[in-house]
């Protein structure tokens, strides 16, 4: 089962910035934050990664509480093509990346 | 990023006949992959762990003699599914995990259509 809790749903403005949200209380100490994301009918795509440190890359910036219970995803500036379901994710404690219901990203013009 | 690639994207089979699916790590190495299945505006639902060299692990409820996985070559994975049925049809995506800082990379999928 997801160990991660998500909004079921968010709306964000072409050009801003999108703030996605993840709750992880139960997160172990060795445990990385996964972002992906995934676009109708594609296989989902790797977003960002980190594990007590912020980080950033290319697509987006991930910003992890100090007690790790929690993470926001940012988008800088949405897109219409970042319309999307972002999932949050931890691995279990085999190592593997079990997929909550994520929240559907609509960029609107 | 790093590319995982799945064959075929979409199959048509017959109930009855098997079916097998093909990922591949293109530019890596993959001690582990894992084969997840998604049905119609459902999340992503792990089936089983691929280890190379070795049987596979299957999560809870997925029968391991109807879903077959062979993970003969450490860029190579397969699942096979037997005796297809209808409610196999579904959208099946492999995950493979490339090094240190454990990133895992998806493939695009494959959609299995049983009539």
């Known amino acids: 089962d997801a160990k991660t809790t998500q909004p079921t749903s968010m709306d964000c403005a072409e050009g801003r910035a999108a703030n996605l949200p993840c709750n992880h209380s139960?997160?172990?100490?060795?445990?990385?934050v996964y972002w992906y994301r995934q676009i109708h009918s594609q296989g989902p795509q790797y977003i960002i990664h980190?594990?007590?440190n912020n980080e950033t890359n290319e697509m987006a910036s991930l910003i992890i509480t100090e007690d790790r219970k929690s993470s926001t995803l940012i988008l800088p500036h949405a897109t219409l093509r970042d319309t999307a379901v972002y999932y949050c994710?931890?691995?279990?404690?085999?190592?593997?990346?079990?997929f909550g219901a994520g929240t559907q990203v609509v960029v609107t013009p | 990023g790093a590319v995982v690639s799945q064959h075929p994207s979409w199959v048509i089979c017959k109930s009855g006949t098997s079916v097998k699916i093909e990922c591949r790590s293109l530019?890596?190495?993959?001690?582990?992959m894992f084969w997840y299945r998604q049905f119609p505006k459902q999340s992503l639902m792990l089936m089983a762990t691929?280890?190379?060299?070795?049987?596979?692990?299957?999560e809870q409820g997925v029968e391991k003699d109807k879903f077959l996985i062979n993970h003969a070559s450490l860029t190579l994975s397969t699942l096979t599914v037997t005796s297809a049925h209808p409610e196999d049809s579904s959208f099946y995506i492999c995950?493979?995990?490339?090094?240190?800082?454990?990133?895992?990379?998806f493939g695009e999928g494959s959609w299995l259509t049983v009539v």
């Open positions: 994710l931890n691995t279990d404690s085999w190592g593997k990346l079990q």
């Open positions: 691929s280890n190379e060299g070795s049987k596979a692990t299957y």
């Open positions: 530019d890596f190495q993959a001690t582990t």
């Open positions: 995950s493979a995990e490339q090094g240190s800082g454990n990133t895992i990379y």
């Open positions: 980190g594990l007590k």
């Open positions: 139960t997160i172990s100490g060795n445990e990385y």
